[in-house]
């Protein structure tokens, strides 16, 4: 079982930067593949990017390629996404999620986290 708590997420303008954080509870958090997701207001949830157990390898959507990245710290159970040049269309409540392999679909994720909000003003 691992739980999963994000944090970092507030209303910036368009062009700044925010990080947030996955803090994940449980000795296991190194075994699993994360991967962060967001859902804008009347969209379906969307996926972001995803990291390997080791994170040696990361994938993104598209739509953030260049301007996130993600990272994580296993000896702090903690993986984290950086989002710089934020436009307004990446406003959405950003969710970190565990899974078994690095993988861009979210129903092969086994745990969530509760979500943050990111709203970005333009």
């Known amino acids: 079982q691992v739980q999963l708590e994000e944090s970092g997420g507030g209303l910036v303008q368009a062009g700044g930067s925010l990080r947030l954080s996955c803090a994940a509870s449980g000795r296991t958090f190194s075994r699993y593949a994360m991967g962060w997701f967001r859902q804008a207001p009347g969209k379906e949830r969307e996926f972001v990017g995803h990291i390997d157990w080791s994170g040696s390898s990361t994938y993104y959507a598209d739509s953030v390629k260049g301007r996130f990245t993600i990272s994580r710290d296993n000896a702090k159970n903690t993986v984290y996404l950086q989002m710089n040049s934020l436009k307004s269309e990446d406003t959405a409540v950003y969710y970190c999620?565990?899974?078994?392999?690095?993988?861009?679909?979210?129903?092969?994720?086994?745990?969530w986290g509760q979500g943050t909000q990111v709203t970005v003003s333009s």
């Open positions: 999620a565990a899974g078994a392999v690095p993988r861009e679909v979210a129903s092969l994720y086994y745990y």
